[in-house]
C-alpha cells in the first residue's frame, strides 16, 4: 500500500508560472524527501525535510511540511520547460531503511 | 563520480521463466534498495540490503528475492515470472538507510514478461 497521496494527479502550467504540488501521508514520519521522474527513467533526489523542520528551500523549489496534518508541499517558482516530469513524495517507515512512495503528481509545463 | 548502474535495460522473458536484475551501487554507498514501478501500484517497496544483510521487505511474494555481495553490489532475481511482473526495476543506493538519506536511482530495467 501507499502512504502519500499526491494532489493533484496531474498539473498543466504555463512556463514561467508557479507549480505546487501537496502530498499527504498516513503514519508518523522521520524525514519526507520529494523526488523526480522523467519518462519513466530513474528517480532523481529533490530536497529531504526532516519531521522537525517546517521549510526547506534549494533553488527555485520550497517545500514545506505539517506533521500535526501530515502534509507536505513542494512549489516549484518560475517553471520551465524541463521541470515536466512526475514529482512523487516519499516517506520513511518507522525503520527509516525503506522509502514510501505516494502516488505521483504529473507535471507538464507549457511553452 | 559514476552513478548507479542498472543491468540490463531492457528484458523480454516468458512466463516461467526466472530473471536476475543487477545493481551496482555508487562506490562507498553500502545500502541498496529495490522497487519495482507498474501504472497501476505505482513505486513499490521490495528490499533493502545493507552490508550485506536484508534489513527490510516489502508486500511481495517469494518468487522475488535479492542478495547483496561484499562489494556493495545487488542482484534481485524473480522465479516463474508471471504476467503481472511487467515491471521497471529500480534500484537505489544510499550512504545510509534510504528513509534517512538522499537516495540516488539507477536508470531501472524494464522487464517485460510475454
Known amino acids: 500500500s501507499q502512504q502519500g497521496e499526491e494532489d493533484p494527479q496531474a498539473l498543466s502550467i504555463q512556463e514561467g508560472e508557479n507549480a505546487t504540488m501537496n502530498c499527504s501521508y498516513k503514519t508518523s514520519i522521520n524525514n519526507l524527501q520529494w523526488y523526480r521522474q522523467n519518462s519513466g527513467r530513474g528517480l532523481v533526489h529533490l530536497i529531504l525535510?526532516?519531521?522537525?523542520?517546517r521549510e526547506k528551500h534549494s533553488g527555485r523549489l520550497r517545500v514545506t511540511l505539517d506533521t500535526s496534518k501530515k502534509s507536505s508541499s513542494l512549489l516549484i517558482t518560475a517553471s520551465r520547460a524541463a521541470d515536466t516530469a512526475s514529482y512523487f513524495c516519499a516517506t520513511d517507515d518507522s525503520s527509516a531503511s525503506k522509502i514510501i512512495f505516494g502516488s505521483g503528481t504529473r507535471l507538464s509545463i507549457r511553452p | 563520480k559514476a552513478g548507479v548502474t542498472q543491468t540490463p535495460r531492457y528484458l523480454i522473458k516468458t512466463r516461467g521463466q526466472q530473471v536476475t536484475l543487477s545493481c551496482s551501487p555508487i562506490?562507498?554507498?553500502?545500502?541498496v534498495s529495490w522497487y519495482q514501478q507498474t501504472p497501476g501500484q505505482g513505486l513499490q517497496f521490495l528490499f533493502e540490503?545493507?552490508?550485506?544483510?536484508?534489513?527490510n521487505k516489502g508486500n511481495f511474494p517469494g518468487r522475488f528475492s535479492g542478495r547483496q555481495f561484499s562489494n556493495s553490489r545487488s542482484e534481485m532475481n524473480v522465479s516463474t515470472l508471471e504476467l503481472g511482473d511487467s515491471a521497471l526495476y529500480l534500484c537505489?543506493?544510499?550512504?545510509?538507510?534510504?528513509?534517512?538519506?538522499?537516495?540516488?536511482f539507477g536508470q531501472g530495467t524494464r522487464l517485460t514478461v510475454v
Open positions: 525535510i526532516r519531521s522537525n523542520e
Open positions: 537505489a543506493s544510499s550512504l545510509g538507510p534510504a528513509g534517512n538519506t538522499e537516495a540516488f
Open positions: 540490503y545493507f552490508s550485506e544483510t536484508q534489513r
Open positions: 562506490s562507498g554507498h553500502r545500502s
